[in-house]
């Protein structure tokens, strides 16, 4: 089983549409929790960070269920350009500082 | 905001000659850097862990002499692939961090590795 599990997408929706992404991790020793946006061919770009009170920024909305040991990603009225793959990240301090990617989920929104 | 840059963009060698990739941050200083790779369709692979003025950490699987990673000042870190192969070809992309656990860590641009 990865340490970071995401949905295996592709997610296919029309424009306009509300969209949400899971994501589970098996370690209780993360703490750290971000959304990465990743277009093709592309170096990944921080999209948001996830905190256990919910953040939201403009159409995104990411939530942290420490307990459950999820993280979630909402995207409301989805744009043409959100199309791009979300990673979902982790950060750990055991044995050395690590960043933990998850596969991504792959969004193809379309007009 | 802070920038780290990578320097080839992309590099098409023959088989069995070696490539270095410089990762530099431009406006702060890395006391870690991290390499990582990925294959089409996959996710990021953390290759090595590289640590200025101390030996790299690799993880389990990549070999370290044959991704010879330095960082040997606060801004630059630089990969070595040695005796190249076709299987090597990938997308290579070094991301830094100022302090432990920072919220942002920033990715350079990335290195596309054709080896032919």
């Known amino acids: 089983r990865k340490e970071v599990e995401q949905d295996p997408g592709p997610f296919n929706v029309p424009e306009g549409a509300t969209v949400a992404f899971n994501c589970t991790y098996s370690n209780s020793a993360s703490q750290s929790f971000f959304w990465y946006r990743q277009d093709c061919r592309k170096e990944p770009k921080l999209l948001m960070s996830v905190y256990s009170s919910g953040n939201e920024d403009g159409r995104f909305t990411a939530q942290l269920n420490r307990a459950s040991q999820y993280i979630s990603l909402l995207i409301r009225d989805s744009k043409l350009s959100d199309s791009a793959t979300y990673l979902c990240?982790?950060?750990?301090?055991?044995?050395?500082?690590?960043?933990?990617f998850g596969a991504g989920t792959r969004l193809f929104v379309k007009a | 905001g802070a920038v780290v840059s990578q320097h080839p963009s992309r590099v098409i060698c023959k088989s069995g000659t070696s490539v270095k990739i410089e990762c530099r941050s431009l406006d702060f200083q890395a006391t870690t850097m991290f390499w990582y790779r990925q294959f089409p369709k996959k996710s990021l692979m953390l290759m090595a862990t590289?640590?200025?003025?101390?030996?790299?950490?690799?993880e389990q699987g990549v070999e370290k002499d044959k991704f010879l990673i330095n960082h040997a000042s606060l801004t630059l870190s630089t990969l070595t692939v040695t005796s190249a192969h076709p299987e090597d070809s990938s997308f290579y992309i070094c991301?830094?961090?100022?302090?432990?656990?920072?919220?942002?860590?920033?990715f350079g641009p990335g290195t596309r590795l054709l080896v032919l």
């Open positions: 991301s830094a961090d100022g302090t432990p656990l920072q919220e942002t860590q920033y």
């Open positions: 990240v982790v950060k750990r301090n055991t044995g050395g500082f690590k960043t933990i």
């Open positions: 590289s640590n200025e003025g101390s030996k790299a950490t690799y």
